[in-house]
């Protein structure tokens, strides 16, 4: 086993020397930027910052990691000729590595800071260089995927900006701000699912999810649909199509399992989508997840179908390219 000793424990090293070089790294480039002219700590509107506690948790947890990591790391190498495999060893580097990365994280939550004025933004990205961004500069605004929701900023090139979530310190003066000065910039309405009511029924959950698509990742709007242990997303003019007949059968983008939503008449009489769906009433809708041969994880049918189909009608359109929209 002495031949994995070396990269395990390189590996651990380097977990524990790079949280001391991108912290060095980052303060000297802090230290740079207050050098070369005046901070931007006075005069602001406001500013945007991530809580306290946020930085805590990752710093508390990274160094728990590293500790724990560290000591049964030191224990695999010094017990390795009396163990079996080298699973202890690598999990315990594994610990070790997943602890540096948390320090490193909880060293950009805690850098990360917007100032606002009247005709610019002063960025302080988690681990880049802070940036001084003029309001022309600003080219979309988009909802942040991420569990707390929020927005994403970009500049014209479509480089990321900052993302302030919906936790973040002076999040609603920051969405106030860019709905003052870009009513007509290419924006969109910042929703997340908690934003747009969700429809339940006896077994089925659904809510409202932007989605990207393509390579680019543009947003389109999607429902989440939860039945259970089966979940996954779509998107809603595919389901839209679904309803009005327009296909068959839909089946959710890079969700494992894949998840598919149908008409039992949708599959052949061979298939594995027929086996579960055979029966059911023509007009139902039925949730299958892969494998299929469990059979529908939920149906909606009547009353619940139609409610259903109505919702989705609701639910807002994300503009297209070229399209514009304000946020809120």
């Not at 999040?171 to 339940?200: C, H, K, M």
């Amino acid at each position: 086993m002495s031949f994995l000793m070396f990269p395990v424990v390189a590996a651990v090293l380097l977990s524990i020397l790079i949280p001391a070089i991108v912290g060095a790294a980052v303060g000297r480039g802090d230290r740079n930027n207050r050098a070369a002219g005046p901070t931007a700590d006075t005069g602001a509107l406001f500013v945007v910052t991530n809580r306290r506690w946020q930085s805590v948790l990752f710093r508390v947890l990274g160094i728990v990691f590293l500790v724990i990591g560290g000591f049964f790391t030191l224990v695999a190498v010094v017990e390795s000729e009396e163990m079996d495999g080298p699973g202890p060893l690598i999990a315990a580097a594994g610990i070790t590595v997943t602890g540096a990365i948390f320090v490193v994280l909880a060293m950009g939550i805690h850098r990360f800071r917007v100032d606002a004025f009247d005709n610019h933004l002063t960025v302080r990205p988690w681990f880049r260089a802070t940036r001084v961004v003029a309001l022309t500069e600003i080219g979309s605004v988009r909802p942040s995927l991420n569990r707390f929701g929020g927005v994403d900023v970009r500049d014209v090139n479509g480089r990321m900006l900052f993302t302030a979530t919906r936790i973040s310190i002076g999040y609603d003066d920051i969405v106030a701000y860019l709905q003052e000065r870009f009513p007509r910039q290419q924006t969109i309405n910042p929703a997340v699912p908690g934003d747009v009511a969700s429809w339940q029924g006896a077994t089925l959950r659904a809510e409202w999810f932007p989605l990207p698509r393509g390579r680019k990742g543009t947003l389109e709007s999607g429902v989440l649909l939860n039945a259970g242990k089966v979940a996954g997303p779509m998107y809603t003019s595919e389901v839209v199509n679904l309803l009005n007949h327009r296909v068959g059968i839909v089946e959710s983008p890079n969700s494992d399992p894949l998840v598919f939503l149908c008409w039992p008449d949708s599959g052949s009489p061979t298939s594995i989508v027929w086996e579960s769906t055979k029966d059911l009433p023509a007009e139902s809708l039925a949730l299958l997840a892969d494998p299929m041969d469990s059979g529908a994880a939920s149906v909606l049918t009547g009353t619940e179908l139609a409610d259903f189909s109505a919702w989705i009608t609701t639910l807002p359109r994300l503009p297209a390219a070229g399209e514009t929209r304000s946020i809120r």
